[in-house]
C-alpha cells in the first residue's frame, strides 16, 4: 500500500483552513476585554479604539448607530493583519481613530457580525462611552 504523502498535507491543510474559518472567532477570543467600557479625553484630543476581528470569517466591526458628529470625529480606519505573512484565515484587528470636538458625554456602538445578514444578531457588540472634558 502506497502512502501519499501529498495528499496526507493537502488534507490537513484544508482541515485547518477549515477550522480557520469556521472556529477562528472563538479561538482568538474576541471578548476584547483589552479595551475599557469607559473612555475620558480632552476637547480636541485623539483617542484610538482597537478590537479583534477576522474578515475571512466574513464578520466584521461596523457602527451600530453613526457616531455623533457634534462631539466626535471619525479620523481614520484600518484593518491590521497579524503576523508578517498574512496568512489565510489569520485574524487581526480593527481601529478607527476619533477626535474629539466638544465637551460633554457620546458613545459608540459597534457589531461584530456579517454585513449580508442583517436579520440575524451579531456575533458581539461593544458600547463604549466617551466623556470628553
Known amino acids: 500500500m ?6 496526507i498535507h493537502i488534507t490537513a491543510l484544508t482541515a485547518l483552513w477549515l477550522f480557520s474559518i469556521t472556529g477562528q472567532a472563538a479561538a482568538m477570543g474576541i471578548k ?8 475620558t479625553v480632552r476637547r480636541g484630543e485623539k483617542f ?6 477576522n474578515p475571512t470569517t466574513g464578520f466584521s466591526w461596523q457602527f451600530a448607530k453613526e457616531i455623533d458628529a457634534h462631539f466626535l470625529e471619525l479620523v481614520d480606519s484600518r484593518y491590521i493583519g497579524t503576523g508578517t505573512g ?6 487581526g484587528r480593527q481601529e478607527w481613530v476619533f477626535k ?13 457580525a456579517r454585513p449580508w445578514e442583517r436579520d440575524k444578531s ?3 457588540a461593544k458600547d463604549i462611552t ?4
Open 130 to 133: 466617551i466623556i470628553i472634558r
Open 86 to 91: 498574512r496568512l489565510m484565515g489569520a485574524g
Open 100 to 112: 474629539a470636538i466638544k465637551p460633554g458625554k457620546t458613545s459608540i456602538s459597534l457589531e461584530y
Open 32 to 39: 476584547n476585554h483589552d479595551i475599557s467600557d469607559i473612555i
Open 2 to 7: 502506497k502512502i501519499n504523502i501529498n495528499k
Open 122 to 124: 451579531c456575533q458581539e
Open 48 to 53: 484610538t479604539v482597537t478590537l479583534n476581528s
